[in-house]
């Protein structure tokens, strides 16, 4: 569900321009239309946009005008003290429900005071709103520890007079800066327990959660696709330039983070400088990390962890460290020895760093928060800024050439990370099932199936008598997460431990672990690597103390013979890329009808003219075959593409003399685009001179005769036609 | 390329024929090609042109409209015209666009 395309009131974005989080929408406004909806959490990491995404929650509130009084208030860290913040929450709250009531939000902006905004309420919600305006108005020795309550309560005592609100209380995490913030969070959550009124705590996700209990919503960093869309808008509404490489590349190096991205683009066009190729992207990244609003945000939160200069220059000393050594974590008595900071002050530093994620602290050890590049980036240039004292220059060109050296890097891993079978999930669905042992033996598949026909395989695989039983795995992760010492010679994606038991006994000599790597090799795997990849998880399994481990490597065209005889000495299993696919079938019955969806996309631009609509047609007599269309489809395919062509040419005029074509296959059908820029189809028959016979411009009536569907669709230039020729059976 | 060879395909001893092939691919050069040639043979006094489609894989509708071209020339001459060995393919499409009905098909 989305939210409708409402007024924007409180948000910063209009509703369409903001990216992703359909399914928290959905689970947010769901919780504020139950009948009993109690509170809430809304959990995010720094700078992913919680906070609009609560703002457009508000907006949307308001705009559905269910009767439900929306009440959206941000905690500052502006706010001096808890007193101080009940005010302005009891100002806020009487403003947005006397706004809501009189479906007037320009009151939202309004400077009036508490007493005018109260007469303004309607004579049914008087009684609860002269109450609140008169707590609220301060005494001559200020707000006292009895208003504060009073104040906060403005929501909770609407509902009592049968108002129903719905509150949103964002930034809970900025109260740590509040001398007395403990005691306003202790007072807020026991408000709105007590009311009958749903509630959202929005925060930041280390910040701890006061009720476990309560329904949790993360916001995570947008996704790769979602991050370009966001880019995508960005470079259209700022003018600049990206292309389909760079556009990944900001996705990938700024890790989802919205607010990140959004100033990196605006950096870009105050520069007026296109991110379109990626030197382009570290220089506006590098000025952004030096001077810009990503390294000014880092500054903010060093200089309120760190306010001194000593303690300051310690902790830019500690973070190197912690960013540039593997394993990149400390004790935190070590820190607090060398910090020398009495201990409330130390504890509120490394809380703040922890809410902010520069550091993670977990149990008693301090780490750098892994992968965490612009966090690293920031951390190095301040460093060589503040305590090696080097210039902003030299700071700028190490910051540029690194990030220019890491981003094929970087790439490199999105693609291999894209190409993964995802070892971990699929070792997670292992359930006691029963799957054909020979997907776990190279050699017999080899010796079996090897150049069949996949549906022959499949359907022989499901024949198979020998079973293997897999165990319930109860966890997986990572190889690297239960040992973090191999995290430099493995990839996260591509290797994975799962922990579980043979036989659901639940005992220890039921338990078992799963040690699971994709591992790399053009030909079949040789011995002498699958030796030093056996190695390498037993080393992680021992480190992990599993006494029960089965070995399993998965190589894309699967084992040598010799290296087969490793795998049984070690007792290993080997399968091929191939074998882990087709296992998937077995974890996931769902996952059959994935393959019969698959599209298949082809493109492909032929210049104008020498009967170049031959080489079209002979791609795509060639994609359609390897889609199985029978030969009698295929030559009515290949004719109608060369009428298309022939189209184009004619009558075009095109300014490139070029045809785009594009063959995209389902599984019943292939669609064929066909477009030129130039006159359209339109225009140009408009004014074309028929032969005497009327013999010419038969092409769209053949295309028509041949297709199953064909249609001249409107572009602004030139010609887009779209063809589309359904499977059929095929006569035996 | 064009070959052409004198046959007597309808096997009538006052039939004079010629036998023009088609390319792999008729367009508007090959077209224009095989209208050229057939010309010539009626200038000549052919009176059966057979077209020899068995190398022919694609025909588009320039090349279609050529060759009604020439089956009115033939008409006008008063000579027959053969397509030959064309593919079951090129049938249809000669079918959709009524060719079939001024030929004769071998």
Sequence with gaps: MTIDRQKQILAGLPADKFVGRTVELDAVFTHSRSSSPGGMYVLSSPGVGATEFLRQVYDGLFAEHSGVIPFYFEIRRTDMDAAGMAHRFARAFLTQAIAYRRNDPSLLNSSLEISELAEMAKPSDGAWISRIAELCEPTGSGIGQRSIGACLSGPARAAAHGARVFAIIDSLHETVHLPDGDRFVSELEEIFSRGKLGFIFGSRRRFDPLDPRRKVVHIEPLSLSESGELAQMLSSDLGVEINDQTRDLIGVQLQGNPARIASLFAAAAVRKADLNSFRQISSVYSDEILSGRIGATFDSIIDIAAPDSVSRRRLLEFLLDSVTSAPARTAIDIWRQMFGMPDEQFGRMIEILDIEEVIHVNSNTVEAVSGEVVTADCVVSRYMLEVESRSAAAVKAEILTQSLKRAPRLMARLYRKSSSLGICEMLSRFDCQQVPAVLFDYGRFRDAYKGRDHKEIVINLYEEESLLTLPQIVYADSAASFNPSIAAVIEDERTAVATGFSESKYTDDDQIAWVAAEIDSKLEAGPELVEQWCDRLEAVAAHANFDRRQIWLIAPEGFSPQALDLLRQRNAYGSSRQQAILLNRFLDPSQKEDEKSDIGEYEIVVPMGEDTELIAAHAVEEVARRHHFPQKAINQIKTALVEACINAAEHSLSPDRRIYQKFAVEADKINITVSNRGLRLADARGLEVVPTGGRRGWGLSLMRGLMDEVRIEQVDDGTRIRMTKFLKPQDN | ?106
């Design chain 2, 1 to 106: 390329m064009i070959t052409e060879r004198e046959l007597d395909v309808s096997g009538s001893a006052d039939e004079k024929s010629a036998v023009v092939l088609a390319g792999d691919y008729l367009n508007k050069i090959t077209g224009e090609q095989i209208e050229r040639e057939c010309k010539r043979r009626l200038d000549e006094g052919c009176t059966q042109l057979v077209v020899d489609f068995s190398q022919t894989d694609i025909v588009n509708s320039i090349g279609v409209s050529i060759l009604l071209g020439v089956i009115d020339s033939a008409a006008n001459s008063g000579a027959k015209v053969v397509f030959s060995k064309v593919k079951e393919d090129t049938i249809e499409l000669f079918e959709m666009l009524g060719l079939t009905n001024h030929v004769t098909l071998v």
